[in-house]
């Protein structure tokens, strides 16, 4: 779907009124050309609540406007992060190359408190989307799921026993140097 930008409007107060319903803005709003499109591409993230069995729990769910015309965008869904043990937060995002790929792949890195009987701590997922597809149909980004599941951060937790684990890859220089390593 096409959205339009006001004239002197703020990436933040453009992705605020172009967001979905009763939501916040979950992270800072980039505005990138990493794509090298003329325009820049607006990324932003909101949090939702939702009700599950009784319980309100939040997700983020993240949308990347991309130029199509002066003023105008294209909303793509990036992808929804659900809770998992916690509620999701948007630790980092960034760009990068992977292997030799010519076009540079947007990288999330997502986390979630842990708060359990045996354990708590945060665990750390990494999350790669290929550049955006031309065809103005493509509605989601393409996830990476393979090298995503490479840069899966784990849980940086201590448990009841007095075991602690330190998550692998918890910021972007983490990931950067990890993806000069593993290639794709």
């Known amino acids: 779907s ?7 409007e703020t990436a933040e107060n453009f992705a605020k009124r172009s967001g979905p319903a009763q939501t916040t ?10 794509w090298g499109a003329k325009s820049k591409a607006i990324i932003a993230f909101y949090e939702q609540e939702f009700e599950q069995s009784g319980q309100t ?3 983020i769910v993240g949308y990347i406007y991309l130029p199509e015309a002066d003023k105008t965008y294209r909303k793509v869904l990036t992808d929804t992060f659900a809770p998992e043990g916690g509620d999701p937060e948007i630790e980092s995002v960034f ?5 030799r790929g010519k076009q540079a792949k947007l990288i999330i890195i997502c986390s979630w408190p842990q708060v359990h009987y ?3 701590g945060k665990l750390y997922a990494t999350f790669v989307y290929a550049a955006p597809s031309p065809d ?4 989601k980004l393409k996830f990476e799921e393979s090298i ?8 940086e937790c201590e448990w009841r026993d007095g075991t602690k684990k330190i998550a692998k890859y918890k910021t ?6 990890a993806l000069r390593t593993i290639g794709h």
């Open 2 to 8: 096409s959205v339009s930008r006001l004239a002197k």
């Open 25 to 34: 803005l979950a992270h800072q709003v980039i505005e990138t050309s990493a």
């Open 57 to 59: 729990y939040r997700r």
């Open 95 to 99: 760009f990068a190359n992977v292997g």
């Open 118 to 120: 045996d354990f708590r």
């Open 136 to 139: 103005k149909k493509a509605t």
């Open 148 to 155: 995503s599941k490479k840069l899966e951060g784990g849980c």
């Open 172 to 177: 972007a220089d983490e990931v950067k140097a």
